[in-house]
């Protein structure tokens, strides 16, 4: 098994429309090797928010395949050159292979 974790910190008040994004059903659900997809939203009081999405696959060679998928591409591609929101401060992306679940 293999796990892509996306964090994303935004400015206190704006985590739903991150959290919105992520939890809609999209292409990534029909993408063959996807498990299953988990947002979290980091329990704060005040100040930045966190939101984590964490997404397993079978394989890192299934994962591959989505990140090489021409309409995962064309997703980022519409994005170049704009500006990221402002209320986004920080994102990141990790990736690791699973070597046990109970």
Not at 14 to 24: C, N, Q
Request: hydrophobic letters at 35%; proline letters at 5%; aromatic letters at 8%.
């Amino acid at each position: 098994m293999f796990v892509q974790m996306k964090k994303i910190v935004v400015k206190e008040g704006f985590s739903e429309p991150v959290l919105a994004k992520f939890s809609g059903e999209g292409k990534l659900e029909k993408q063959p090797g996807f498990i299953d997809l988990a947002v979290l939203k980091k329990n704060v009081r005040r100040g930045d928010e966190e939101v984590v999405v964490y997404v397993r696959w079978e394989s890192e060679e299934a994962w591959k395949n989505w990140e090489k998928n021409p309409e995962h591409i064309a997703g980022h591609k519409a994005n170049l050159g704009k500006p990221k929101p402002d209320h986004v401060l920080e994102s990141s992306q990790s990736t690791y292979h699973v070597h046990a679940v109970k």
